[in-house]
């Protein structure tokens, strides 16, 4: 245990060094590309190590033989396994856009990692086994412990008495006198009875279950109902899909951890009406947050902070594209949470449905939403139908009968249907009369430089401070920028070109102004105007693709559409349709790379065949568990997950059929056979069962470490292992973001890496069997004599 333990630190340690010299800093991704690799990277280590301390126990050779022998044979193998489930990722490392950019650190995380881990076991790990492992264990004497425990603990004593910041060093090393008892008298015992007794149960109940397996026809019975399983999965998980058990999401849906209140009034509203009403919307959204069930006394379990923007910073993200102009017709409410642990259970998207339902329609006139923050990237609204055309007119004219047609539809799921463009701004607009312009030698563009001049400023010098230099602006005051009869009884002053005489014309003189209402914005895509209806979804809704589905078969009434204007459903939708393809794409393109590099290492089609059948085989596991369990399918870390089992599936599989193949070769040494020669049915079964039964530890002991490694992640442990030691409290908890971001892609890596366990020690065995024996009645085919009549014809 000792030997394999020792991968993790040392992979750990190289994975940050490459890490750090690529540049990389810790991140979310980054960590999770640790984490993942924590329960793989001990793999590579444990077929080493079983493989060298099994040829020293049953076959009774010294250490440096079984070093020497237990390494050549597993060599190559691993070096092929790691290869291929590093291949699986490299297309990941491919991604494009911003999501790529988000994702990008997991695969090549992982690949560090696993490259680590190949290097430690190959090279560490055979150093340590050959010098140092023994077969039998010595004994520590109770003397030995008494003394050891009695350093230990007066040791760890001193330090947590006095040890300051140190003192979790301390309790770390009182347990740790403490666990030598506890492994002399009951892990140790344990450990003895499960080696010994329960390990040999379930390795002499594999034999059995192995040799039934490929008796006679059982070989096509086992694959056969295997398959049947995979399309049962399937067909299951699509009706558990059609029914809306199972729903579809782009990213995991989450609990919120900010809420934002966007307000906006019509545009051209001041500042300070919008500021009245932002204000009355916080005391709402106060009094709706201090309510009973999110109190404890005069704590808030909830709430940390609070903030409220009008004007500059109030804009919505999705709708403004991070505009930082100045929207004094805009507000913003910002309620940030507490983390996880502090909410007493209490769900903050309780809350957010209160809020909404308690300030909705309560100003007329007054858009509000309230959304919350999303995981990932971001990618856009759920429901998002961009309208597009030529005149601008006719296409807020659409937008405003198609909102209000799908509102007549009464649509589960959509929130609130907005349109990001108005027609109501305020403008006034400047008539110049051109004729009369022209007899005072006054141009267009003097008249509304003028202006501009007036409402935004000229520049007049520059003042220097400090070594700085700061522009120096000159405009009207504050109450004259309003005031239309300042702006247009000020004079022109210019130098008449034909007189060469200074001139000073009145504004009012060449131009009157219209008060009238204009486009809030005109929003273009690849140089396209369009206008855009968009909504989020409702509390409880989360798969966009079924409502948005809903809402094409509802349009296909909409009689509305004008001549030359056409639809495009986007947002998210169109973000997740896009990645998803992408997976798909990279999902195949890591099988056809791993498929190669199987080719290499077998040198023939039959057994990377095999492994391939196992991955798809294991689908198994993930659909029917997602459709036992009724998880949400997430198309981000979903498809991750089952790009990361594809990789992992294959390692067990190789090192099997290697150690299987390298069984039948010597088989044949043995009887004096050529490597065309084959070998009968008894014999390539008892190899392939003799080969499955020496891989059976390592099979088992990689998936449970994997496994284990993916448990804390899947269900969202948390544990605090310095204030235990320091401070003895765990913090311990279930659940948080991480489990909301990373569990549906721990639990697919879990359900899938199950039942390809079993695939692994039971059908890749069914299969190589089934290949073997029609490899065996072809050759028997090509090689049968001739019939005589044949043989006189030729002579």
Known sequence: ALFVGFAIPMSMFMSFMILSALGYTLNTM?????????????????????????????????????????????????????????????PLGMWPGMMGEFMIFFPITLSVVLGSSLFVAIFMNSMLVSSFMEVGEKELSKKQLIRLSIILGSIGAFILIFGGQLRGLGSVMIVLGISFWAYKYLLKPSARRFQ????????????????????????????????????????????????????????????????????????????????????????????????????????????????????????NPFTEGGSAAEMPHRGKVTISMREFKYRDGVDTEMLRKEIQDGVKGIYPGLAI??????????????????????????????????????????????????????????????????????????????????????????????????????????????????????????????????????????????????????????????????????????????????????????MEDFDGMATGVKIDYTGQIEEQNKQMNFLMGAFFAGLGLIMLILVFQFGGISKPAIIMTAIFLSFIGVFGGLMLTGWPFVIMMTMMGIISLAGIVVNNGVVLLDYTQILIDRKKVALGLDDKDMLTNEEVTEAIVKGGKARLRPVILTAITTVLGLIPLAIGLNINFYTLFSDFDANVYIGGDNVIFWGPLAWTVIFGLIVATFLTLIIVPVLFNIVYRIKTRIKGRRDKPKPKEELDIAA
Do not use: C
Request: hydrophobic share 40%; aromatic share 8%.
């Open 30 to 90: 980054i960590l999770f590309g640790l984490i993942m690799g924590l329960g793989m990277l001990v793999d590579n280590g444990v077929v080493v190590v079983e493989n060298v301390y099994r040829l020293m126990e049953e076959e009774g050779m010294s250490r440096i033989e079984a070093a020497k022998k237990g390494i050549g044979e597993i060599a190559f193998p691993i070096i092929i396994s790691t290869a291929t489930t590093v291949a699986a990722f490299v």
């Open 369 to 554: 939403s309230v959304e919350k923050d999303a995981v990932g990237p971001p990618a856009g609204y759920p429901i998002n139908i961009e309208i597009e055309g030529k005149n601008y007119d006719t296409l807020i004219n659409t937008a405003e009968r198609m909102r209000n047609f799908l509102n007549g539809k009464n649509i589960a799921g959509i929130e609130e249907l907005k349109i990001d463009v108005n027609k109501g701004k305020p403008s006034m607009q400047v008539v110049v009369d051109r004729e009369k312009a022209g007899e005072l030698g006054v141009s267009v563009g003097q008249v509304g430089q003028q202006l501009r001049r007036s409402l935004f400023g000229d520049k007049a010098g520059i003042y220097k401070k400090d070594g700085e230099d700061y522009d120096i602006n000159v405009r009207f005051n504050e109450d004259l920028r309003y005031n239309t009869s300042a702006l247009f009884n000020q004079n022109i002053i210019f130098r008449d070109q034909a007189t060469g005489q200074i001139k000073e014309v009145p504004v009012s003189a060449v131009a009157s102004q219209r008060n009238t209402s204009s486009f809030s914005a005109i929003k273009h895509r690849d140089a396209k105007r369009v206008v855009t209806v968009y909504s989020g979804l409702q509390p409880g809704f989360t798969d966009a693709g079924a409502i948005v589905a809903q809402i094409q078969k509802e």
């Open 196 to 315: 010994t007794k329960t390990l040999t149960r379930f390795e002499n109940w594999y034999e059995t279950r192995i040799k039934h397996a490929l008796r006679g026809s059982n070989v096509y019975w086992y694959f056969g109902v295997t398959l049947l399983l995979l399309i049962a999965a399937f067909m299951t998980f699509g009706l558990s899909l059609g029914s809306g058990r199972t729903k579809v999401e782009f990213f995991p849906d989450n609990t919120p951890n900010e809420i934002y209140v966007y307000i906006e009034y019509p545009q051209g509203t001041a500042i300070e009406r919008t500021n009245e009403i932002t204000k009355d919307i916080e005391r709402r959204v106060y009094a709706i947050a201090d309510g009973d069930k999110y109190m404890r006394g005069s704590h808030n379990l909830l709430i940390k902070s609070s903030v409220s923007q009008v004007g500059k910073g109030a804009e």
